[in-house]
């Protein structure tokens, strides 16, 4: 038995002994041997620094084991194409250059189309091929990205991370990718910060820079935050002497362990008042609140989440902020927010309080809840530590959990919101949140159209909205002297594709509505109408960012704000106004072109 499988092998390693690069022809640097109907272990002794894997997003998920010198270096889960391809990802194996290297693949069928597809390679492209990429908001180059990671400032650099697939452009594999930038518009995209290791795959985090070296690691350290996903949710540290460039995980991770399953994205500050370092963390439907001297020993303080805003599924990123409010440096109040997946959609709510160092109290009734986004896409926010100037700036992964994985790109899946610096108002009995786009977007206006003040009695109509319009755009919109119930705009291209947006003045709110605003089909939860309530006003204004596929309206100064994406066929280029049940006038109306080069 023992000879004729061992003979069986051997045979169908001679039979299956193919030539698979088609950039480099070399017999000795790849060979495929099929197990059996459901295995194939690639033999490799690589001159080139990549394999190209084929993906095919809805075959099997298969795993691979990569081992150099028989010891094993990597494993990951990759969905290989089956019947077709939809692109390839790198799998980088320059570090091994040289030596003897398997990848065991188990389960794959042996006449799936990759082991026909595999190809060896120096580089691998990664120019834009993607009707959908976003102009100015920030995408990996290629696969998958979800949360936005240890956002912190360091030496005039704006540090990224995120979460990050490199073998696909679905979830899954989680490291943390990295971009750098120096003014929040313009990314540098850098090298994986941080890769998955026998603790688990790296989940969301933070960092900060330990000025005073608390942790020994040095002085101005950048120690990361993350949770290690493995059998169980940890959490981890990670350090860098480097700005971010490289990191070197914590001996003794993990540093706070737990059974709990859901127990994750740490976020870390430094508490002044009581010297210590504060970190809020995810567990289940609660806050915890842990402190540190040292940031490797935390003991926890408080909870905060029983009876308290929105439920309905797990609350994941928390953050807690301080900042002033109406602007006054003497009253400040403390920040605590969260991230909420439910079945009805995604989003970032807030609460408003106090916080001791130790606790953190609610100072608005329970049962208030307060969205930071009205929009369906605006998810896992958290704010940049280290910001110069006190300021609190906030990036929102751009899409909806709901349809994350469906929507229709494949090069890359998903993008960030624009920056958006975070300050408090009063209104009424109540403190919010209000979030304006960062003052560094002012410097991606590119040439401006300016309207004339009109009025909108019937309908008012502009066509072409702007010349040569590539979907990248900026809306300044002032609106007065209202007598209408409801007023509004739509914004239309050529297809007749189009988003309307409504301010109800009798129902007070504002909403989008992308049911026809181009590609929808996707998924169910996809074409939507949103609302958010918007206090009577004499006067709005409106600032209305435009995208490739996504529109984020900051209303009166931020204080309603909406994020959705859309998929149209072609850019929006007529806007047409309309009203019902009185006028009103368009006081301002001024249209910007938006882009990251001098264009
Ligand atoms: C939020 C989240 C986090 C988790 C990460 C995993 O989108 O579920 O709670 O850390 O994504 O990718």
């Known amino acids: 038995m023992k000879t004729n499988l061992f003979s069986l092998r051997s ?47 809805t075959a ?39 030596k003897k290297v398997t990848i065991d693949i188990q389960p794959s069928a042996d006449s799936a189309l990759c082991w026909k597809k595999l190809k060896l390679s120096d580089s ?19 696969g998958w990205m979800n949360d936005p990671n240890g956002m912190v400032y360091l030496n005039g650099e704006y540090h990224l991370f995120y979460q990050y697939n490199p073998y696909g452009s679905m979830w899954g594999n989680m490291h943390w990718g990295h971009a750098v930038s120096k003014d929040l518009t313009h990314w540098n995209e ?29 002085k101005n350290a950048m120690v990361a935050f993350y949770t290690s996903a493995g059998e169980h949710q940890v959490q981890s540290m990670a350090y860098s002497l480097d700005k971010g460039r ?21 976020k870390v500050f430094w508490h002044e008042d009581t010297r210590k370092w504060i970190m809020v963390l995810a567990v289940g439907p609660d806050i915890q609140i842990y402190s540190s001297v040292n940031l490797k020993n935390w003991n926890l303080e408080s909870s905060f989440g029983k009876g308290q805003g929105a439920h309905g599924g797990v609350w994941e990123c928390p953050d807690l902020i301080q900042l002033p409010v109406d602007g006054n440096s003497n009253n400040k109040k403390w920040v605590l927010s969260c991230n909420l997946s439910q079945s009805g959609g995604s989003g970032t709510q807030y609460f408003i309080g106090n916080f001791d160092g130790k606790t953190f109290t609610n100072e608005s009734k329970p049962e208030i809840i307060k969205w930071m986004d009205w ?26 959990t709901q349809y994350a994985g469906n929507v229709p790109t494949m090069q890359f899946r998903s993008s960030n919101s624009i920056p958006r610096d975070l300050s408090l108002y009063t209104q009424g009995q109540n403190i919010y949140l209000a979030s304006t786009p960062s003052p560094e977007m002012i410097s991606l206006r590119k040439g401006k159209k300016e309207v004339n003040a009109f009025k ?59 049911t026809k605003s181009g590609i929808t089909n996707f998924s169910r939860e996809f074409p939507a109408i949103t609302s958010a309530l918007v206090e009577k006003s004499e006067s709005f204004s409106l600032r209305i960012f435009v995208d490739k596929a996504s529109i984020e309206c900051f209303g009166n100064g931020g204080k309603f704000v909406m994020t959705n994406l859309v998929f149209p066929s072609e850019p929006y280029n007529r806007i047409s106004f ?11 109306f001024t249209v910007y072109k938006l882009n990251l080069n001098n264009k």
């Open 578 to 588: 309309y009203t019902k049940g009185g006028s009103y006038n368009v006081s301002l």
């Open 190 to 218: 850098l090298s994986i910060a941080i890769a998955p290791d026998q603790l688990g795959t790296i989940f969301s985090g933070s960092c900060v820079i330990d000025k005073e070296n608390t942790a020994g690691f040095g």
């Open 246 to 266: 490289t990191f070197t995980k914590y001996a003794k991770n993990p540093i706070i362990a737990s059974t709990a399953s859901d127990f994750r994205d740490p």
């Open 375 to 400: 929009g369906k896409d605006h998810y896992a926010t958290v704010t940049w530590s280290n910001a110069p100037e006190g300021r609190h700036i906030a990036l929102a992964w751009m899409v909806s």
């Open 124 to 142: 691998f492209d990664t120019s834009n091929k993607e009707r959908f990429r976003p102009v100015y908001h920030h995408t990996p180059k290629y």
């Open 456 to 514: 909108v009695e019937d309908t008012y109509n502009l066509n072409p909205l702007l010349d040569k319009n590539t979907g990248a755009f900026e809306l300044n919109i002032g609106l007065k002297d209202i007598s209408a119930e409801i007023l509004g705009f739509k914004l239309f291209n050529s297809k007749g594709e189009s988003v309307d947006f409504c301010l109800n003045e009798t129902e007070h709110k504002f909403s989008m509505d992308r």
């Open 60 to 98: 099997k998920e298969s795993k691979m084991d990569i081992s150099s010198d028989g010891k094993k270096v990597k494993a990951i889960n990759i969905h290989l194409a089956l019947n077709k391809v939809d692109y390839w990802v790198p799998l980088d194996l320059s570090e091994y250059a040289g």
């Open 11 to 57: 045979l169908s390693f001679l039979l299956f002994t193919i030539l698979v690069s088609s950039c480099k022809l070399m017999h000795s640097e790849l060979t495929l041997e099929h197990l059996g109907k459901d295995r194939t272990v690639i033999h490799a002794q690589l001159s080139s620094k990549y394999l190209l894997l084929p993906i095919e997003e």
